[in-house]
């Protein structure tokens, strides 16, 4: 579970003439995939604020499409001070008269293809650039933005998604992260690939995505450079930044994939728990790509974080970031199973807009119940029926809806729960052999792209010959207690499952 902003936000769009009218229209290019098939307007326009997504209208932007940001940073831990120039390069797809990017810092510079750009701040987040120069339908753009500023003193309604600590900082976050550390097309929409440097002083940590292109570097100054590169593309806010005092271990998977696990030195007593559980991370990939179909990335690990970091975890692409709170009570692979699975669910195939959250927690919820079963801890049947029991008809959980659950209920524990429970309903009505089919297919269909709700219908339709509208409409998008079809089970209250007590106390942790 990650922070969400509730605050009403005003959506601003600049006609050609530059006056503003509000409005959130969506972008003509907003869908799954990279097609850039958006034809030419008649004039110059500027690209739209925000893609038009139901929960969160003006993330992200329109009339571009980024295919990679290099993003290199200088960082103090002492003062919290940021300086940064990022390089963004993205392809027109409309003719451009000015754009907007997502981004809180101070900006001191912006150029366009190589010219400087004069840019103003509008909205909460939107930094608008316009170019000297116009941009065409389908040209290249180099967008170099140079900026500084103390992440953890910018705030949106009194909050900051930069996590400052005693020796460092941590910038984690969903469904926003970006904002504070580097400028991007902010919304799943837009994915793209990162190259990530950052100087800090010698002796200080450096944690990032994928792999590291080079060994850290000495620079000038008692300082080093860490240099960390993602080859898939993802969305912005699954990039992190871990700075700090950090244990770094190093492994090779299954697979022959790199393993980087890092363990803050602040953990104390909760440090061998939280190694308990991470080293597992390649273990629990591999058990999970023989469900879900081949892992989507290029490295795998995990990031204990320190005690005065988070105090959620986070699906940051390659390699989750956990708060010390799920080490509390021991170690717990079921925290380490959901962010995993989220790497192909959230991750590889992201929501095309954030009311299709059921397709990241849900099935990531659901995982948990796999392991469970593989472990010998209680089956999903077990699960259900013991997660059934655990809610009154009463109980407010029943009134929010996994598939429309609103932007203020996206990370509500029925998203996760109730969720995981529509899963295992759909399992039940196609059987096993079908739905152990239907899962690798929809990570394999939407590898490195988008889906929604209808998209999986309809392909688990496809592939178990049923119309699961009734099962959908009941556990997805209709408020009260369901009567689900192992009804029989329900009857009595079930005994509890062993795993129980670990799913609970992670998911404690991630929806609140």
Do not use: C
Request: proline share 7%; charged share 20%.
């Amino acid at each position: 579970m990650r922070r969400v902003f509730t605050a009403a936000i005003a959506v601003l769009t600049v006609t050609t003439a530059g006056t503003l009218v509000t409005g959130a229209p969506g972008r003509a290019d907003a869908r799954p995939g990279k097609s850039r098939t958006v034809p030419a307007s008649a004039a110059p326009r500027p690209g739209s604020p925000g893609l038009g997504d139901p929960y969160f209208p003006d993330y992200g932007n329109g009339g571009y499409d980024v295919d990679h940001y290099d993003v290199r940073l200088r960082y103090e831990p002492a003062s919290d001070r940021l300086t940064g120039t990022t390089t963004i390069l993205a392809t027109a797809t409309q003719d451009l008269s000015r754009f907007n990017l997502d981004f809180l810092l101070d900006v001191e510079s912006v150029r366009v293809n190589g010219w400087t750009a004069r840019f103003a701040r509008e909205g909460t987040h939107e930094l608008v650039v316009t170019a000297p120069r116009g941009i065409t339908n389908g040209q290249a753009m180099t967008v170099v933005v140079t900026y500084s500023g103390v992440p953890s003193e910018t705030l949106v309604d009194g909050y900051t998604g930069w996590t400052r600590t005693d020796d460092g900082a941590l910038a984690v976050n969903e469904p926003e992260s970006s904002w504070w550390w580097f400028p991007a097309n902010d919304h799943p929409l837009d994915k793209a690939t990162w190259d990530i440097s950052v100087s800090v002083p010698t002796g200080v940590e450096v944690v990032s995505n994928g792999v590291q292109p080079r060994a850290p570097l000495a620079e000038a100054g008692n300082r080093t450079r860490w240099s960390w590169r993602s080859t898939k593309p993802g969305a912005t806010y699954q990039a992190f930044l871990a700075i700090g005092q950090y244990d770094i271990v190093t492994d090779t998977a299954p697979n022959g994939q790199p393993v980087v696990n890092a363990y803050s030195t602040t953990l104390g007593e909760r440090g061998p728990a939280a190694r308990a559980s991470i080293e597992r991370t390649a273990e629990i990939v591999d058990w999970e790509s023989g469900i879900f179909g081949p892992y989507p990335f290029e490295a795998q690990g995990g990031v204990a974080g320190p005690v005065d970091g988070i105090g959620f975890a986070l699906e940051t692409q390659t390699r989750p970031v956990y708060g010390p709170g799920f080490w509390r009570r021991g170690s717990n692979t079921y925290v380490v199973v959901h962010e995993n699975a989220h790497q192909w669910f959230g991750d590889s195939v992201s929501v095309a807009d954030w009311s299709n959250i059921w397709l990241n927690e849900g099935f990531a919820s659901y995982a948990e119940w796999l392991w469970s079963e593989a472990q010998g801890e209680g089956t999903a049947q077990e699960l259900f029926d013991f997660t059934y029991a655990d809610y009154p008809a009463d109980d407010e959980f029943w009134q929010v809806l996994p598939g429309d659950p609103g932007a203020g209920a996206v990370f509500d524990g029925a998203v996760y729960d109730r969720g995981a429970m529509a899963l295992h309903q759909i399992r039940l009505a196609v059987g096993d052999d079908a739905f152990f089919r239907i899962l690798p297919a929809w990570t394999a269909e939407h590898r490195y792209g988008n889906g929604t709700i209808a998209q999986f219908q309809a392909l688990a339709e496809r592939i178990s010959g049923l119309d699961l509208d009734p099962v959908l409409t009941t556990w997805l998008f209709t408020a009260g207690r369901p009567t689900p079809a192992s009804a029989a089970r329900t009857a009595t209250v079930p005994a509890q499952p062993k795993s129980w007590t670990r799913i609970r106390e992670a998911h404690e942790l991630m929806t609140h």
